[in-house]
């Protein structure tokens, strides 16, 4: 059971707080890298890989199709919330979500991993595609390459100008609050082993690998009633 002298004191911290960093997670693919170990008995990291688009076009580009195509999904009561919350305070949100579902919630965040609703990129000859045009479709590009969606696949590195863009958010930032995030994850839990514990709060479902480095530390299923009262 949650106090309400604790919610009352992050509340008290983000009233006074000027450059505030929510980081979120739970984004609704239907699937995560950390429990589905295989697609179609093949490891999950060779086939959302460079490896993958290389020697399992077909399974990558199904992979696509079946976990990715979130045009006929709505963001969640959650999602509205962070983006209330968002509005209501200087806030910056990082996210691991692939998906665009705090966009559909009118809130643009940095998508620390990429979006899949951002371009599609040929990585043979460097030819970029909006979403749209190939997604939805067979993912390949006019060179006969299979296309990726402008995100991180298993085996490649966050781009330079993402990862200090990042860093400095957090930086800079006077309160850090994760919300929903199993922090188990790169690159946000690399990022933040090392902030100012007094500024770092996580609100999850379950413990974190981080909670040790919170100032607190909330674990409750009920997160809507906590951002509720947040932003009221």
């Not at 707080?17 to 697609?39: A, C, D, H, Q, R």
């Not at 665009?100 to 030819?127: D, F, W, Y």
């Not at 006969?144 to 402008?150: E, T």
């Not at 090392?194 to 480095?213: G, R």
Request: aromatic share 10%; net charge negative; glycine share 4%.
């Amino acid at each position: 059971m949650i106090s309400q002298e604790t919610l009352d004191i992050i509340k008290s911290k983000m009233q006074s707080s000027n450059n505030i960093v929510l980081i979120t997670g739970s984004g609704i693919v239907p699937f995560n890298f950390e429990t589905m170990k295989y697609y179609r008995d093949i490891p999950i990291q060779w086939v959302f890989s460079p490896y993958g688009i290389l020697y399992y076009p077909n399974d990558f580009a199904d992979l696509l199709r079946d976990h990715f195509d979130f045009r006929c999904v709505e963001p969640t009561q959650v999602h509205r919330l962070i983006t209330t919350l968002a509005q209501k305070f200087n806030t910056t949100v990082l996210t691991n979500n692939m998906d665009n579902l705090h966009e559909k919630a009118n809130l643009t965040p940095i998508h620390c991993l990429g979006s899949v609703e951002g371009r599609m990129i040929c990585n043979l000859c460097g030819q970029v595609y909006g979403t749209n045009e190939r997604l939805y479709s067979f993912p390949e590009c006019d060179c006969g390459y299979i296309l990726q969606p402008d995100v991180v696949l298993f085996g490649q590195q966050i781009p330079e100008d993402r990862w200090n863009l990042m860093q400095s958010k957090i930086k800079e930032s006077d309160l850090i609050i994760s919300i929903g995030a199993s922090l188990n994850q790169l690159p946000l839990n690399q990022l933040l082993v090392n902030v100012e514990k007094d500024k770092f709060i996580i609100i999850n479902q379950t413990a974190t690998p981080l909670d040790s480095l919170a100032n607190i530390v909330i674990n409750d299923d009920d997160i809507i009633s906590i951002l509720q009262y947040l932003t009221k």
